[in-house]
């Protein structure tokens, strides 16, 4: 399997993560009907409907179903910087940038997550 791409935000968004290694990302993979997992993410594949980790202290990967899973959350901090300038940049003439808006996620078991939005962007499988 090959690694994971390079985690992309919006191209209005700078970050600090372009001169770090792109994988394997440490992560904490929560479901919808068993315990969470520490893990590093070793690929995800939305057009497989596929994630595949390899738990903390484990020597094989685990293949996981999308559907099976509620978040990944990566586990190393990401710090994102916004500026006009960087807008401007990508053709977007903006005076004043708005900062995080919250948002509310509900899962179809009926459990909520909120938190604070920086951005979102479109990709292939969400």
Do not use: W
Request: aromatic fraction near 8%; charged fraction near 25%.
């Amino acid at each position: 399997m090959t690694a994971v791409p390079e985690i992309r935000f919006s191209p209005y968004i700078e970050d600090e993560r372009s001169a770090r290694k792109s994988a394997p990302e440490r992560c904490l993979v929560t479901f919808f009907d068993r315990h969470d997992l520490k893990a590093n993410l070793i690929s995800l594949l939305p057009g497989q409907a596929l994630a595949t980790v390899q738990a903390t202290g484990a020597i094989a990967n685990e293949n996981l179903p999308l559907d099976a899973i509620r978040s990944i959350r990566f586990t190393e901090p990401v710090d994102i910087k916004r500026s006009v300038a960087h807008f401007r940049k990508h053709g977007i003439m903006v005076q004043a940038i708005a900062r995080k808006a919250p948002f509310i996620l509900t899962y179809r078991d009926g459990r909520v997550l909120t938190g604070e939005l920086h951005g979102y962007g479109t990709a292939q499988g969400g």
